[in-house]
């Protein structure tokens, strides 16, 4: 990873998941500037993967998610509050 680079948590929704890991960003660049220029694909890393319903689907280090099925995508540090306290 790029000495620039540091580790973002979001959690990402799509139509049928729920997606928590980390986006590798460059510092500085803000998550709606980076979901505009990124690629088809979005990489993330240490990824937990739920249905939408709350059952967890799968863990793993990588995945791609693609980008025109990202329906909301929100950094863990800026969630006020959830109704699902495991969220956080």
């Known amino acids: 990873m790029n000495e620039d ?11 049928q998941f729920e997606i928590k890991g980390d ?3 460059y510092q500085g660049v803000r998550l709606t500037d980076y ?4 690629k088809p694909f979005v990489s993330v ?3 937990e ?9 799968m ?3 990588f995945l791609n998610v693609r980008r ?7 950094p863990e ?3 006020v509050a959830t109704p699902d306290a495991s969220v956080k």
């Open 68 to 74: 025109d099925d990202i329906e909301m995508i929100v």
């Open 45 to 47: 890393t240490d990824v």
């Open 23 to 25: 986006l590798n960003i």
């Open 59 to 61: 863990t793993s280090k």
């Open 49 to 57: 993967v739920k249905g939408r319903s709350g059952e967890m689907r």
């Open 77 to 79: 540090d800026a969630l």
């Open 5 to 15: 680079a540091g580790k973002r948590k979001v959690l990402i929704f799509t139509r």
């Open 35 to 38: 979901m505009n220029e990124s």
